[in-house]
């Protein structure tokens, strides 16, 4: 009990979530289930605060190191917030054989980045992806939610034009 | 409406090529009604709008928004039964593609669909797994291992629980057929998964459903919610519940035991075996964890029975593979074909060679985990065994192919970091030997290693191959030391002499 007000005071969690853990909570003999947990905050926050460690282990009735170990386990399990806009290029095999090296090039001297990186007025990430089954119409480039097929190094300046 | 019928694939790939955009440009005009279906899977026609005509579909293809007035005149539309890479093929699980919207459960019913769920309703459990075991039906994920044999083994377990799984994870770069048809053809999915639940007993299933997957999750769960208020999803009088659960970029989670702790929500860690998840599964119940195009072949076999299935394909490979052409061919694309082609007939019939400009210098079958054919070695038929001699695999049926300008030292590279980053940790010959190999790869790159460095490679790569605990490991050297192999300069200039 003192535990659990320990854990409410030191974790300051944002709107929501406080209610989305308690949801969250296995039913009486249901098995915890620390990735649907995650899943749950990383879509409400967009990534997954450390800081919510406590709380998310006191809800599922794990150890802290559970989820910790769940969650830097996963790659695309964010701990911190990236730009206003995802740009994830693809380096798959079909995506390499089309040249997708050279429209990863032209995206990092456009926006002045590395792959993993974030400019620095937040607009844009960049990450890599391992195939997106988007092989037929390779290289592949989704933005946000929206895919790109066949793209050409020329393309990419008219695409992040398009994205504020 | 009154407007002229327009079909428009919906697939991801359809609108990545441009068929969102024509979708967004015809959207409000009353001369169109448009209707989005599943794709033909030749995508390098894509963005392609077909309309009906006495002759069948008629297919307008590399659609700008400006043909409009030329496709509503009907100028210029080709018969689709003219289009080679698609009238060559022998489409049986992906026979509805192109032609049908992916979540109406009349077109298909209009397509046969359900024929084999009411063939398997009739039946006992052990009628279903007779009928699988005489199809002669092997997993599409990969392993090639009998469907039966695993069914059986669950069916006979007993246990207060058991439950099905469809392997959504679709790993390896270079498929995409499982997408294909989780967003063009999402009931097939779930009656083969319905067939297999009254099989072996089991009142749960769930879908493991990549994450970069996005328009498929949508799709299943609209299926999903579809299909039960039709009162589908039931099982020997039982509801049957599907669930689809989102996975978090782990190439490792697409191995069977490795899935399975992640559905239960842990890290993705492959569990040794035996028990085998057909005996202990999730939450230690008996479970059958198949791919997704494994479960989507089973209704043809159950409505058309078992001895049609094993009349098509080869001795050892029976039905149709479907193939998953990519990387710089003329014509990528999807390309369903009973086992027995050669892999050079497939490239020159199908692929109908290399892209404008480019040279064929090898060729990638089965993923990244995949061998490495030359030019020398395309004569290879296109079946388990085949491949199994020549220590390569089908794997899940994606084939790249790489153009003269391909750095083959940086391909290995590049393909034993992914091993290495992907590598879940549990066993040493995958987590170090895979780093190893990828420092030696560096180093080769930086014109620092020795004669003595490549044999090293070879060593690591002999010991992954014989005590990975799974397939992770134990295939990761065969690409790199196909490439060593066949294209030795590329490796050995770059030596320190
Ligand atoms: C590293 C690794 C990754 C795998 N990825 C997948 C995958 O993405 N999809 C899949 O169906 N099988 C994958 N498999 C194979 C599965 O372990 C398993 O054999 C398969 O799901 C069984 O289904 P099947 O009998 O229908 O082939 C993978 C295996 C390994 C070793
Ligand atoms: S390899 Fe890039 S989409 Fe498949």
Redesign the pocket.
């Known amino acids: 009990m003192l535990g659990s007000m320990r854990y409410a005071v030191k974790t300051p969690l944002p709107n929501g979530l406080d209610e989305l853990l308690t949801h969250a909570r296995p039913a009486e003999g249901a098995p915890p289930n620390i990735l649907r947990v995650l899943h749950a905050i990383h879509d409400v926050c967009g990534y997954i605060d450390p800081r919510f460690i406590p709380a998310i282990a006191q809800s599922q009735g794990v150890t802290e190191a559970d989820v910790a170990g769940v969650l830097s386990y996963y790659p695309s399990l964010n701990t911190q917030p990236s730009g206003r806009h995802r740009i994830q290029v693809c380096l798959g095999e079909s995506c390499l054989a089309n040249r997708c090296d050279r429209v990863v090039a032209a995206i990092q001297s456009q926006l002045g980045i590395e792959l993993g990186q974030t400019t620095s007025d937040s607009r844009f990430t960049l990450e890599p992806v391992a195939c997106v089954g988007n092989c037929a119409v390779s290289p592949s480039v989704r933005i946000d939610g929206e895919l790109h097929g066949r793209v050409r190094p020329s393309d990419v300046a008219g695409f992040l034009d398009r994205y504020r | 409406m009154s407007g002229v019928r327009l079909y428009l694939s919906n697939d991801t790939s359809s609108c990545a090529a441009g068929a969102e955009r024509l979708a967004e440009a015809w959207r409000q005009r009353s001369d169109v009604e448009l209707v989005r279906t599943s794709s033909r899977g030749a995508f390098y026609l894509e963005p392609m709008v077909e309309r009906d005509s006495p002759e069948g579909r008629l297919a307008w293809c590399h659609v700008t928004a400006e043909d409009l007035p030329k496709i509503l005149a009907g100028d210029g539309g080709i018969p689709i039964s003219t289009i080679p890479f698609l009238s060559k093929q022998t489409r049986h699980t992906f026979v509805s593609f192109g032609v049908t919207e992916p979540l109406s459960l009349e077109a298909y019913q209009a397509q046969g669909g359900l024929a084999g769920l009411r063939n398997a309703r009739q039946g006992s459990p052990s009628a279903i797994i007779q009928e699988i075991k005489t199809s002669r039906l092997?997993?599409?994920?990969?392993?090639?291992?009998p469907?039966w044999k695993?069914w059986d083994v669950a069916a006979t377990a007993q246990a207060d629980r058991k439950y099905v799984v469809a392997?959504?994870?679709?790993?390896?770069a270079g498929t995409y057929c499982?997408r294909m048809i989780m967003e063009g053809d999402p009931f097939r999915l779930i009656e083969g998964m319905l067939i297999c639940a009254m099989a072996i007993g089991a009142g749960a299933g769930y879908i493991y459903c990549?994450q970069e997957y996005p328009a498929a999750t949508a799709c299943l769960r609209a299926a999903i919610r579809a299909a039960g208020k039709a009162g589908w999803l039931e099982s020997d009088g039982q509801p049957f519940t599907i669930e689809v659960v989102s996975g978090a970029g782990s190439?490792?989670?697409?191995?069977?035991?490795?899935?399975l702790e992640s559905l239960e929500g842990k890290r993705g860690v492959?569990r040794a075996r035996p028990p085998h998840p057909a005996q202990s599964g999730l939450y230690g119940r008996p479970t059958i964890?198949?791919?997704?195009?494994?479960?989507a072949t089973i209704p043809n076999i159950l409505a058309r029975g078992g001895a049609w299935h094993a009349s098509l394909g080869t001795e050892g490979s029976c039905g149709t593979i479907a193939l998953q052409l990519g990387g710089r061919v003329k014509q990528p694309g999807l390309i369903e074909i009973p086992f027995g082609l050669t892999l050079r007939e497939v490239l020159d019939q199908f692929g109908q060679g290399m892209a404008d400009g480019a040279r064929l210098k090898a060729v990638q079958v089965g993923?990244p985990?995949g061998s490495l054919f030359t030019d020398a070695q395309l004569d290879i038929p296109i079946c388990f065994d085949a491949f199994a001699q020549a220590d390569a695999i089908l794997g899940?049926g994606g084939i790249v192919v790489f153009d003269d300008q391909t750095d083959m030292l940086e391909l290995s590279r590049h393909l034993m970091a992914f091993v290495a980053d992907?590598s879940c940790g549990k066993c040493v010959p995958c987590r170090i030997g895979s780093l190893r190999a990828r420092e030696i790869l560096d180093a080769i790159q930086r014109g620092q290693a020795t004669e003595a460095d490549l044999s090293l490679l070879t060593e690591l790569g002999d010991t992954m191959k014989a005590t990975s605990l799974?397939?992770?490991g134990?295939?990761a050297p065969y690409p790199v030391l196909s490439a060593l192999e066949h294209f030795p300069v590329e490796f050995r200039s770059r030596l320190r002499s």
């Open positions: 092997r997993g599409r994920g990969g392993a090639a291992f469907v695993k392997n959504a994870d679709e790993g390896d499982d990549r190439y490792v989670c697409g191995e069977e035991t490795a899935l492959v964890v198949s791919n997704v195009l494994t479960f993923g985990l899940h992907e799974c397939g992770l134990g295939r």
